[in-house]
Nanobody
Framework: QVQLVESGGGLVQAGGSLRLSCAAS????????MGWYRQAPGKQRELVAT???????NYADSVKGRFTISRDNAKNTVYLQMNTLKPEDTAVYYC???????????????WGQGTQVTVSS
């Protein structure tokens, strides 16, 4: 079983910064692509950024140039550095990952419990 635990959310003023972390723990051989998604009230969950095990990254247009995703493979941890935050970035941010559990079992779309990010104007 794999657990994803996020931390680092909170309340910040517009223009400020926050850093989110998500650590994977449990029984697995490796963690592959990791990513961050967010869901604002009344809206669908949307992609924020992803990073492969080879550290190729992908960003939503709305966060390009402001957010940076990175990972520490030794710690099975993914980070999201969020700068120049805007009120429209307010959402619950969820960590997502794929994991090679055994040589025959791969699990897609593992999710963390979410962490609230609130940006005040």
């Amino acid at each position: 079983q794999v657990q994803l635990v996020e931390s680092g959310g909170g309340l910040v003023q517009a223009g400020g910064s926050l850093r989110l972390s998500c650590a994977a723990s449990g029984s697995f051989l490796s963690i592959n692509t990791m990513g961050w998604y967010r869901q604002a009230p009344g809206k669908q969950r949307e992609l924020v950024a992803t990073i492969t095990s080879g550290e190729n990254t992908n960003y939503a247009d709305s966060v390009k140039g402001r957010f940076t995703i990175s990972r520490d493979n030794a710690k099975n941890t993914v980070y999201l550095q969020m700068n120049t935050l805007k009120p429209e970035d307010t959402a619950v941010y969820y960590c997502n990952a794929g994991a090679q559990i055994t040589t025959r079992l791969y699990k897609y779309n593992l999710w963390g419990q979410g962490t609230q990010v609130t940006v005040s104007s």
